[in-house]
T-cell receptor, first 113, second 118 residues
Framework: EDQVTQSPEALRLQEGESSSLNCSYT??????LFWYRQDPGKGPEFLFT???AGEEKEKERLKATLTKKESFLHITAPKPEDSATYLC??????????????FGQGTELSVKP | DTEVTQTPKHLVMGMTNKKSLKCEQH?????MYWYKQKAKKPPELMFV???????INESVPSRFSPECPNSSLLNLHLHALQPEDSALYLC?????????????????FGPGTRLTVT
């Protein structure tokens, strides 16, 4: 069964305390893995696309990596403004100009000053 | 520019009302999506339009009726909703990225419409 699991469900960090979020997936024919950030009451904000094992992408304090079975979102020296829910989504099926996503349940990150 | 706009931001409607949600993008994307999101849950796909034609309907009740008037606009018509339909409704559009050996469709979401059914 195609599945995406994120851990932990919630993570509390002190400002400057680096950590990682995990996204494991069981999908046949991975076409892409995506990370989104979502603030309360707002739409998900696109962060990264990863295609194949070994790939890495960086943006400010965030770095996403991909293996054959999981992806990590590393947060280096986080700040309170990094507090949000981080969603991982996997695309396994493509169709005419679109792609279906399976979302994980998200990790709610809280960074305290 | 990866902006998807949605109106209204908030909507309160009774169970006998008819209302519509609107979504717009001017990025030239040819696929557009409606999602429903409940609190503390990930987005759930409702409908997908590709080239202005309905491609996917995820067994959504008929009280939700999508419409794609042109390549930039997507509407969701609402009628006789139930209180359990209260949620954040998200619109997204996607663009193809990658090359011939590996490609996917990045989805960009709008800010959402917070719907409350009383």
């Amino acid at each position: 069964e195609d599945q995406v699991t994120q851990s932990p469900e919630a993570l509390r960090l002190q400002e400057g305390e680096s950590s990682s979020l995990n996204c494991s997936y069981t999908v046949s024919g991975l076409r892409g893995l995506f990370w989104y950030r979502q603030d309360p009451g707002k739409g998900p904000e696109f962060l990264f696309t990863l295609y194949s094992a070994g790939e890495e992408k960086e943006k400010e304090r965030l770095k996403a990596t991909l293996t054959k079975k999981e992806s990590f979102l590393h947060i280096t020296a986080p700040k309170p403004e990094d507090s949000a829910t981080y969603l991982c989504a996997v695309q396994y099926s493509l169709y005419n100009q679109g792609g279906k996503l399976i979302f994980g349940q998200g990790t709610e990150l809280s960074v305290k000053p | 520019d990866t902006e998807v706009t949605q109106t209204p931001k908030h909507l309160v409607m009774g169970m006998t009302n008819k209302k519509s949600l609107k979504c717009e993008q001017h990025m030239g994307h040819r696929a557009m999506y409606w999602y429903k999101q409940k609190a503390k849950k990930p987005p759930e796909l409702m409908f997908v339009y590709s080239y202005e034609k309905l491609s996917i309907n995820e067994s959504v009740p008929s009280r939700f009726s999508p419409e794609c008037p042109n390549s930039s606009l997507l509407n969701l018509h609402l009628h006789a909703l139930q209180p359990e339909d209260s949620a954040l409704y998200l619109c997204a559009s996607s663009r193809r990225v990658g090359d011939t050996t590996r490609s996917s469709y990045e989805q960009y979401f709008g800010p959402g419409t917070r719907l409350t059914v009383t």
